[in-house]
C-alpha cells in the first residue's frame, strides 16, 4: 500500500528493509554465558534426579551435651565436714522441717550429718543465723526445733554444742544486730529457754557474753559485743524468764551464783558514770522487789514512827501474793526483830 509496495507497513517507512528480527526461539537459547550462535545447554538436572548420583542424607545439627551435674563429694570417713558444707545442709534440714514439721526425719538427718563429721555447734549456729535473717521464719518453730532437738538422745546436739553454737552466735551479735534489730532480744530469749532447760548454766553463758566478740579489739578495749551494750539486757531477759518459770527466789539464785556485780556487765566507759550504774541496777532490780521496801521499813523503825502508820503504808504496798509470800515474812521479821533488839 506504500510506495514501492512489496511489502506491508504499517508506520511511515515502514518496509521489508525495516522489520525488525523475531525473538530467538527457545531452542536457540544458551544456558551458558557467552555460548556462540547456534550453540545449546541444557541445565543440569537436579540432584539427585534422574541420571544423577543420590543426593547425600541431610545431616542433622549437633545438639550441645548438657554440662554434667557435679554432684558434692561425700566426706571421706573420719575427716570434719567443711563448715560451708555443714551450713548448707543444716539449712536444708531445718526449711525441710519447718515445711513438714516431721521430726523423725529431722532426726534422720541430724545422723547423717554426724556421720558425714559435721560440726553440730556449727549446725546450731546456722539455724540461729537463717532463723534471724531469713524471711517468713517463725521464731516459735525454730525455737521449738532447737529444744526438742536438745532434749533428744539421738540428735547429736549435746549440752557442749549448744554451747558452742551460741558463743558463736555471740561473737557476731554486735554485727547482727545492725542488720537484723530483733537479733538481741531474740537470742535472749532463746537462751533463756535453754538455760532453764538445763542445757547450758548460767554463769557459763555470762562469760562467754562478756568474752564474745570478732577478735579486733585492740588492747585494753572491750569485748565487741559488751562495748555494745547488749550484755545487760540479754542476762536481764534470761533472769526474766527464769523468775516467770521458777520464782523470784529461783532467779535471785541464779543470779548469785554468776558471782558478779550488775556494773560488770556495763562497757567500760560506763562503770564510772554513777547514773548509768543506778540504771543498770534498775534493769535487775526485779530480782529483789522486797528491797525497796526493807529500806523503807528500816528507816520508819529508826525514827520510831507510830506503828499504826507503818501497818496503814504496808497494807498499801503489799498486795496479793507479795503479802503471803514466804520471802515477805521473813524480810518483814528480820528488819522488825532487828529494829527492836539492840545492835
Known sequence: LGPGGGGVGFRPGGGAQNRQPDPPSPSS????PNAGPGSRSIPPPP???RGGPPAPPAREPQRPEKPAVKE????PSGEEMSGEKVRRKAIALAEEYYSSLDMQEALKCMSELKDGGADMAIVLESWITDALEAKGRDWSVFSKLVLDMASHEKSHLSKAAIEGGLRNIFNVLGDLSIDVPKAPSNVAQLSGKLVL??????PALVDHLLDAGDGEEEEGEDPTLLASGHVLP???????AIKEEKGVSAAAEAWAQVGKGVEELLPSFDRSDAKAVEDAKKELSFLAPLQPLQTRLEGDMKARKPAGEVLSWLEAEVEGDLAASPDFVAMLSETVIKG???D
Open 340 to 342: 527492836l533488839l539492840p
Open 234 to 240: 540479754t542476762v536481764s531477759t534470761v533472769l526474766s
Open 47 to 49: 540432584a539427585g534426579g
Open 72 to 75: 558434692e563429694a561425700p566426706t
Open 197 to 202: 532447760g538445763g542445757f547450758i548454766p548460767l
Open 29 to 32: 537459547m544458551s544456558f551458558r
